[in-house]
């Protein structure tokens, strides 16, 4: 008796066991069904009762069209590369200056308009708003590029702004030209329209954002601060208008960047005894640098997928993926280790999931018969939103984890702050709005840049800065940044035009709208 009732017991135990973990499992798919059918974070104050601030139409006439196409393509044409730091094409700036006078006159000659040179090539605006207690906001964009040799595979030349069935291509049509010629060329029209804003805002143009910004953008940003300038947003360049390139996705995403990635150079050295090659050591400084680099490919950065705004990014464009993915991105709190499993299998993918790794240099020996008395290697790598840039330095030293691997940090820093973006986020709700008005198709969503702009140094005198400008990028066309045969199409940039006309008449609105769901009365 006592054995049958030992297994009586133990087959009971069994029973409810399983019967727990199936009504466990029960409860998890009700609750990540009805999430997934009802979850839409993305609806934001669209039902909402905005201020009507939009008083100027932005028809383009047929002369406007010819005449804005001509400036872009007047600034495509002048090379404002930069090289390094030191080596920028300083009269191809001079040249751009002369430019903007001579096609900008209103923006040049109003009384609301005040223009300043700041580190001898960067251009200041700072434009007056009737109501002085409304917090200003700022616009930025950069007037260099980085090189382009037509020697590469170009269609066309770089510098060309040639047309080919209706792009024009050069170096800076997305990069960030666009946003240079479009932000003056829509205040030019506002101005010639007789416009006064309500909110004072400025105007940053970068000359040297291509090698870090430190004369343009970080003296723009001291000038700003010695006049005690707090800034409610800043908008400049990072993501774009997405077409086809989020796989699943029903639909364009533009991604608002709200935040970017850390960035640090860090430099492994290995010094060594000299000596011929004849009577070599069982490891030479070469082969001791090429283990530890094999260690930190081998061992990436931890998995942070969800920690970051990336999670943000999933969640609003949840609603508009199909099944299974619809149900998948509606429940990251369940499927989060499954799809940072999956997305880190494609390179593109994988810097949306942690800090990533990325040896750039390796440099070692002087002769073939002689042992290498020293040989060092560069890493460069792009920190993760969830991570800091002492947190990673501590685990490049404990994966290289040998004492004879010399570790400098050349330069680095930690991500960026996370900027709001909720339904109280005046900045990001004016940008949605605008972008929502011109392209109604267009599913917005947060994100992070994974790339670094000179709205970085703009930190300390504002709350929340924000990277976007409507370039609408295609399958193939992200590849073309920085790369072969830039371009951008003439009907997209007379929609960027379009794009700042409007979101300096959306930002002169007081206040947001409350959102829906608090309108509502019992």
Same mark, same amino acid.
Request: glycine letters at 8%; proline letters at 6%; charged letters at 20%.
């Given at each position: 008796?006592?054995?049958?009732?030992?297994?009586?017991?133990?087959? &009971?135990?069994?029973?409810?066991?399983?019967?727990?973990? &199936?009504?466990?499992l029960?409860?998890?798919?009700?609750?990540?069904?009805v999430?997934?059918?009802t979850?839409?974070?993305?609806?934001?104050?669209?039902?909402?009762?905005?201020?009507?601030t939009?008083?100027?139409?932005?028809?383009?006439?047929?002369?406007?069209?010819?005449?804005?196409?001509?400036?872009? +393509?007047?600034?495509?044409?002048?090379? &404002?590369?930069?090289?390094?730091d030191?080596?920028l094409n300083?009269?191809?700036?001079? @040249?751009?200056?002369?430019?903007?006078?001579? !096609?900008?006159? +209103?923006?040049?000659?109003?009384?609301?308009?005040?223009?300043?040179?700041?580190?001898?090539?960067s251009?200041?605006?700072s434009?007056?708003?009737?109501?002085?207690d409304? @917090?200003?906001?700022?616009?930025l964009?950069h007037?260099?590029?980085?090189p382009?040799?037509?020697?590469?595979?170009?269609?066309?030349?770089?510098?060309?702004?040639?047309?080919?069935?209706?792009?024009?291509y050069?170096?800076?049509?997305i990069?960030?030209?666009?946003?240079v010629?479009?932000?003056?060329?829509?205040? @030019?029209?506002?101005?010639?329209?007789?416009?006064t804003?309500?909110?004072?805002?400025?105007?940053?143009l970068?000359?040297?954002e291509?090698?870090?910004?430190?004369?343009?953008? !970080?003296?723009?940003?001291?000038?700003?601060?010695?006049?005690?300038?707090?800034?409610?947003?800043v908008l400049?360049e990072?993501?774009?208008?997405?077409?086809?390139?989020?796989?699943?996705?029903?639909?364009?995403?533009?991604?608002i960047?709200?935040?970017e990635?850390?960035?640090? &150079?860090?430099?492994?050295?290995?010094?060594?005894?000299p000596g011929?090659s004849s009577?070599?050591?069982?490891?030479?400084s070469?082969?001791?640098?090429? $283990?530890a680099?094999?260690?930190?490919?081998?061992?990436?950065?931890?998995?942070?997928?969800?920690?970051?705004?990336?999670?943000?990014?999933?969640?609003?464009?949840?609603?508009?993926f199909?099944?299974?993915?619809?149900?998948?991105?509606?429940?990251?709190?369940?499927?989060? #280790?499954?799809?940072?499993?999956?997305?880190?299998? +494609?390179p593109?993918? /994988?810097?949306?999931?942690?800090?990533?790794?990325?040896v750039?240099?390796?440099?070692g020996?002087?002769?073939?018969?002689?042992l290498? #008395?020293?040989?060092?290697?560069?890493?460069?790598?792009?920190i993760?939103?969830?991570?800091?840039?002492?947190?990673?330095?501590?685990?490049?030293k404990?994966?290289?984890?040998?004492?004879r691997? %010399?570790?400098?940090?050349?330069?680095?820093?930690?991500?960026?702050?996370?900027?709001?973006?909720?339904?109280?986020?005046f900045?990001?709700q004016?940008? %949605? %709005?605008?972008?929502?008005?011109?392209?109604?198709?267009?599913n917005?969503?947060?994100?992070?840049?994974?790339?670094?702009?000179?709205?970085?140094?703009?930190?300390? *005198?504002?709350?929340?800065?924000?990277?976007?400008?409507? $370039?609408?990028?295609?399958?193939?066309?992200?590849?073309?940044?920085?790369? !072969?045969?830039?371009?951008?199409?003439i009907?997209?940039?007379?929609?960027?035009?379009?794009?700042?006309?409007?979101?300096?008449?959306n /930002?002169? *609105?007081?206040?947001?709208?409350?959102?829906?769901?608090?309108?509502?009365?019992?």
């Open positions: 008796m006592t054995g049958r009732n030992t297994q009586w017991k133990l087959f &009971t135990f069994l029973k409810v066991l399983v019967l727990s973990f &199936t009504l466990s029960t409860v998890v798919f009700l609750v990540a069904t999430r997934t059918f979850f839409d974070v993305s609806a934001g104050l669209q039902l909402g009762k905005w201020e009507n939009i008083s100027i139409s932005p028809h383009i006439s047929p002369q406007q069209r010819k005449d804005l196409l001509e400036n872009f +393509k007047a600034a495509i044409q002048i090379p &404002t590369v930069s090289n390094t030191t080596d300083t009269d191809a700036l001079r @040249e751009f200056a002369v430019l903007l006078r001579r !096609v900008f006159p +209103k923006v040049f000659s109003s009384s609301l308009v005040k223009h300043e040179v700041v580190g001898n090539y251009h200041l605006f434009v007056s708003g009737s109501e002085a409304l @917090e200003p906001y700022m616009l964009a007037i260099d590029v980085v382009a040799d037509e020697a590469d595979g170009w269609d066309a030349p770089p510098f060309s702004a040639q047309e080919l069935n209706g792009f024009i050069g170096r800076g049509t990069d960030d030209k666009q946003s010629m479009g932000i003056l060329q829509a205040l @030019e029209y506002l101005l010639e329209r007789g416009y804003p309500r909110r004072s805002f400025y105007i940053g970068g000359h040297d291509e090698v870090s910004g430190m004369q343009g953008a !970080v003296n723009i940003v001291k000038l700003l601060k010695s006049r005690g300038v707090k800034l409610l947003y400049d990072g993501l774009a208008v997405l077409d086809g390139i989020i796989n699943g996705l029903d639909g364009p995403a533009a991604l960047g709200v935040s990635k850390g960035q640090a &150079t860090v430099k492994l050295s290995v010094n060594a005894a011929h009577m070599p050591p069982r490891e030479t070469i082969g001791i640098l090429a $283990s680099v094999k260690r930190l490919e081998d061992n990436p950065m931890p998995r942070l997928f969800g920690y970051g705004p990336e999670r943000g990014t999933f969640e609003h464009l949840a609603h508009k199909g099944l299974p993915l619809r149900f998948m991105m509606s429940n990251l709190w369940l499927f989060s #280790p499954l799809i940072s499993r999956v997305m880190e299998q +494609k593109d993918m /994988n810097a949306f999931v942690r800090t990533t790794t990325a750039t240099m390796f440099n020996g002087v002769k073939v018969n002689v290498p #008395p020293y040989a060092e290697g560069f890493v460069n790598l792009r993760h939103s969830a991570q800091t840039l002492q947190e990673v330095l501590d685990l490049i404990s994966i290289v984890a040998d004492e691997v %010399k570790l400098d940090l050349v330069n680095g820093f930690d991500p960026l702050p996370i900027s709001s973006y909720d339904e109280h986020s900045g990001y004016i940008i %949605k %709005k605008t972008v929502q008005g011109i392209f109604p198709q267009v917005v969503a947060p994100g992070i840049c994974i790339g670094n702009t000179d709205s970085r140094h703009y930190k300390d *005198i504002t709350r929340d800065i924000y990277r976007f400008a409507p $370039s609408w990028f295609k399958p193939g066309d992200p590849q073309r940044f920085h790369g !072969v045969n830039e371009r951008i199409s009907k997209n940039y007379e929609e960027l035009v379009v794009f700042y006309f409007q979101l300096m008449q /930002n002169d *609105i007081r206040k947001l709208p409350l959102p829906h769901s608090s309108q509502h009365e019992l």
